[in-house]
């Protein structure tokens, strides 16, 4: 079975705090995305899939009106009354809990539960444990009361505790591609009507590497808002020009051109960069669907450069990992991924050549920044799903 040692610790832990086995067990993955980034918030098409990568959670449901969470990673727990208000606390990991308990409560009587939960997604590093949190325990809580949510919703009432008890502005893509991820298959994902469609993640002789960087980002501090932000106002001096326009998708690079002077340097590289990210998503798939992987490589590094000069949301370290692969025969495409300001760059490499690469990337990286690089050959996995839902033991 697929995470059988993270499950298996889990339970462990589970039962050494509680006395008892989990009566449920959860997975649920972090995720990558190939290109369509910082469009998801400006309606514009994403391409992720979720990885092998996961949060489990433990669950047992009680029927006391007392809930126990207990971070086995973290070494933390946190315990509250199921009828008690539920506010942000200045607990980040606690507030992805309450954002979506305060949103699942409003309408639906539960009672108190038991969870203790862990991770093998790398925090901080663009692979989006906040969004596996958030949505696994909105899925269990689905499951273990019958809420009667659709996976929509779920990805929705994720999106929501973000913006709610974590304050971070985020678009649908990462909660979307947690719950929605298919087993080899990336999910073309219109972030306008949250219409998809899965297409096969086969890439021939071609494979994906994560190379992490092992800066941390958080998105409150880096200024993701500040970019959500700007390009809300670089579409409204847009929307004034063009009045037709109901979004960024109706938006062509020569109609940002033609008002550069108004929109200013700023909303203007901005806006340029959304506009070029959209139509790349499009090329991208074609791309896919002709086997065209040279082309999708050179949309992904093509995508890197928009992220880091016009977007400016990348940094020195992820520049330099997809700098030393650039010119190497044996990566077809490299580019920052997920929000920016550090985490992993993924890359399409060609299968035999991985462990040269990831040699190479190491050894210059560790030169260059004395950082010991991270690397991480993922596979494309179910989205978030019930591991076990008995008293049975694993
Ligand atoms: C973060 C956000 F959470 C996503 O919604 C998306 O905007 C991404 O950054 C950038 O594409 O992961």
């Known amino acids: 079975m697929k995470n059988d040692s993270l499950v298996q610790s889990v339970s462990n832990a589970f039962k050494a705090y509680f006395e008892e086995d989990p009566a449920h067990i959860f997975l649920s ?3 990558i995305n190939i290109i369509g980034e910082h469009v998801d918030y400006n309606d514009g ?11 489990c959670f433990a669950i047992t449901t009680n029927t006391s009106k007392i809930c126990t969470i207990v971070a086995k990673d973290l070494e933390d727990e946190v315990k509250f009354n199921i009828s008690d208000e539920t506010v942000p606390t200045d607990r980040m990991w606690v507030n992805f809990f309450y954002g979506v308990l305060a949103q699942l409560k409003e309408k639906n009587p539960l009672s108190g539960f038991n969870i203790v939960f862990s991770s093998n997604i790398p925090i901080g590093a663009g692979l989006s444990s ?7 325990f909105a899925f269990a809580l689905n499951e273990l009361y019958n809420l009667e949510l659709t996976k929509k919703d779920i990805a929705l009432i994720g999106q929501k505790a973000e913006h709610t008890f974590v304050g971070v502005n985020c678009g649908i893509m990462d909660q979307f591609a947690s719950v929605f991820g298919k087993e080899n298959h990336v999910v073309l994902l219109d972030c306008n009507t949250m219409d998809y469609e899965y297409y096969k ?3 021939k002789d071609y494979t994906i590497l994560l190379l992490d960087s092992k800066v941390k980002h958080t998105h409150l501090t880096s200024g ?4 959500r932000r700007e390009v809300e106002e670089g579409f409204a001096i847009l929307k004034k020009q063009y009045p037709m326009i109901t979004s960024f998708r109706d938006v062509s690079e020569y109609m940002v051109t033609a008002i550069e002077d108004k929109l200013g340097p700023l909303s203007f590289k901005r806006c340029l960069f959304v506009v070029k990210e959209i139509k790349r998503v499009k090329d991208a798939v074609d791309a896919i669907e002709a086997n065209d992987f040279e082309k999708l490589g050179a949309l992904m590094f093509e ?6 000069e016009d977007y400016e949301v990348s940094c020195e370290e992820i520049d330099f990992l997809v700098s030393l692969v650039e010119n190497d025969g044996n990566v077809i495409g490299s580019r920052m991924m997920g929000g920016g300001f550090g985490g992993c760059s993924i890359n399409l490499v060609k ?14 990286y560790k030169e260059k920044f004395n950082i010991a690089l991270e ?3 993922i596979a494309i996995s179910e989205g978030t799903s019930i591991y076990k839902d008995e008293h049975a033991k694993i």
Do not use: M, Q, W
């Open 45 to 55: 098409f994403v391409l992720p899939a979720a990885i092998d990568k996961y949060i």
């Open 130 to 136: 906040s969004a596996a949190l958030e949505c696994g």
């Open 29 to 31: 993955p972090g995720r």
């Open 351 to 364: 299968k035999e050549a991985v462990d040269v690469i990831i040699k190479k990337a190491s050894t210059l």
């Open 224 to 227: 993701y808002n500040d970019r």
């Open 303 to 308: 995508t890197h450069h928009g992220l880091s």
């Open 375 to 377: 690397a991480y050959k």
């Open 201 to 203: 993640a086969d890439f």
